[in-house]
Every structure is written in C-alpha cells, then in structure tokens.
C-alpha cells in the first residue's frame, strides 16, 4: 500500500508543480520597468495566487513521497524500532 503512495504523491508534486509554472504564465523580466511589473501582478493576480497554491501544495506532497521513499528503503537492519 505505501508504494502505491509514494508512486501517487511523486506523480502528484510533478503534476501540481508543473501546473502551477503553466497558470502563471510569463512574468516580466529583469529589464522591465517597475510600472510593467506592478501591472502584471495587478492584471494577474488570480494567476498569481492560483500558480503559488499549486506549487505549495505540490511541495506538500512531495514531502509525503519523500517520507514514503525513505520508509520503503528502510530496512528492519538498519534502521531503529519504532518509538526511539
């Protein structure tokens, strides 16, 4: 069953991670003046929270696959009992 987990919540975080830089679409660049850059996240400001929720989430389970991973790779010899 945790490898069914691990194997979901990695596809996951890709999915919501790649998500949220798609959302967002193209921010202005270095050489944009202060003006084009405040119109930009005044224009897209759904885009913009909707892009970091996405990406927060996905970092979120990532740490699921993570813990899942460094479970699995456990190994009843080299790692402590529970409770310790």
Do not use: K
Not at 41 to 49: G, M
């Amino acid at each position: 069953m945790g490898d069914r987990w691990a194997f979901a919540s990695g596809i996951g975080f890709v999915a919501l991670f790649l998500a949220g830089f798609i959302v967002a679409g193209s921010a202005p660049t270095l050489e944009s003046s202060t003006a084009d850059v405040v119109a930009y996240f005044v224009d897209h400001r759904v885009a913009v929270l909707v892009s970091s929720s996405l990406i927060s989430l996905g970092i979120v389970i990532e740490f699921g696959f993570m813990l899942q991973t460094g479970h699995g790779m456990c190994s009843l010899d080299t790692c402590p009992p529970e409770g310790e």
